[in-house]
């Protein structure tokens, strides 16, 4: 009994002294990770057969390192690496609302190509070759190999089992388990944003080719970054913000009362005691103006597929009154049309027939001007807001307007110019246009505006 309790002991004393070396060979050759390796802490889970984090503990079974580690010594800080990056990149955070089966494929793949295009030679792992050519040929459909861009394209495309555990076989080094339980992801995602904010500073501080690799290639590395850090915004808790109180004929249940009602049928025939109110107030999108910028760098299709977007949110019945009051201004250095949209088909026909104009430079305040004329001409009662759909490279205006303001700019951007401290800035990506109508929009992580427009209203205060 001493012996195989010996023999245990000693396997767990050389499984932890491996972890260790790894975590040793991260830092030493990627220094901008320390902080992040620093919160999570290694911990045997004997019968696990692989590796696992929760966000604060990176789960290992002892037989399964010691085993990797001779056949590969390389493979645990691959997957020490894997899984921090996950961390990092939040992939776990946003495991409740999505597609596992392709959330999981997409991960993976993600962090793997962030560590090839790196080619540290601490992590090089056997088939390196066939993953960076599978990596290659997958980045032809997607673009950048982010999470977020695999998920869309595989959503799109539908694999199936047998290709899906192709990719498995190349990309597979950690376990997904903690994922899928909130409560063991004991690091709140807020902490872990600060981290992945400090890492990115790190990244920019020194010489990236020191702490990317020898060949200097971070290109994967931050472009998950960048998708990882966004802010996030609820596009349609957004619209929501620009509801008005408005009455309208409908059945209001919350102030009937059934009892008597149905006693009334019940006792005299068919007359009910009380009858249903027939109207109640409620909160719709009313007024707003959505102003689209029509300079050379905004496509029509990409155009249509805001719009398109921006519409189908809208119309929804708890949504949208069916008279509403909404301005579509184009405009690129001068206001090209306005569009008053009065009822769903209205926008129907706007969206089916709809032509851009323009295509010169960008200037943001003429829309701004023509709107203060029309809220002087009394063609609004009670304007709640105006989203710019734009690439932002324009001449924004210096006074803060009466009403909220989004500006709904195309993929990240960190050479775009700043947004007024008065507006908010809201990062749509190209590919969810694109497939506008023919998904649902992700909402899985994403914070609302609220807070924005509570600091607004205080601003106007």
Known sequence: ????????????????????????????????????????????????????????????????????YKREPAYIARCCLHSLLHLVFYHPFRYGDVEVTYWDAAADIAVENVMLEMDLHFIKLHKDTERKAAAAALKTKCGALTAE????????????????????????????????????LEISLAEWKKI????RTDIRTFSKGKFTGKNGNEDSLEKNLAEAVRDRYDYGDILRRF????????????????IYYTYGLGQYGNMPLVEPLEYKDIK?????????????????????????????MMKSAENFFSKVNVHIVQCDNEVQSDVMITSDEDFEAY???????????????????????????????????????TDGYGVYPEKMPD?????????????????????????????????????????????TGASYLENRQDQRR
């Open 1 to 68: 009994m001493e012996t195989s309790i010996s023999k245990e002991q000693k396997t767990a004393k050389l499984a932890r002294e491996v972890l260790r070396l790894s975590g040793d060979s991260i830092v030493m050759n990627m220094r901008f990770l320390d902080v992040a390796l620093s919160k999570i802490r290694p911990a045997s889970k004997p019968g696990l057969k692989g590796m696992a984090t929760d966000g604060r503990t990176l789960w290992y079974d002892d037989a399964f390192v010691l085993r990797r």
């Open 149 to 184: 861009k695999i998920y869309r394209y595989f959503l799109r495309e539908k694999p199936d089992e047998e290709e899906l555990a192709g990719w498995k076989l190349l990309f597979h080094r950690d376990e997904h388990m903690f994922w899928n339980m909130p409560e063991q």
């Open 196 to 199: 992945s904010e400090r890492v």
């Open 243 to 258: 509801m008005v109180t408005g009455e309208e004929i409908h059945p209001n249940d919350e102030e009937f009362d059934y």
């Open 284 to 312: 719709k999108v009313k007024e707003f103006v959505i102003a689209i910028d029509t300079s050379a760098s905004c496509r029509g299709k990409i155009v249509k597929g805001f719009l398109h977007r921006t519409y189908s």
């Open 351 to 389: 969206i089916r027939t709809g032509k851009l104009t323009g295509f010169g430079a960008t200037d943001f305040r003429p829309v701004f001007a023509y709107v203060d004329e029309l809220i002087e001409k009394k063609r609004f009662e009670n304007l709640k807001g105006l989203i710019y759909f």
């Open 403 to 447: 009403y909220d303001v989004i500006f709904a700019f195309l993929n990240e951007d960190e050479r775009r110019p700043a947004v007024p401290h008065w507006a908010l800035p809201v990062v749509l990506e190209e590919e969810e246009l694109e497939d506008a109508g023919e998904q649902v929009m992700p909402e899985n992580g994403e914070k």
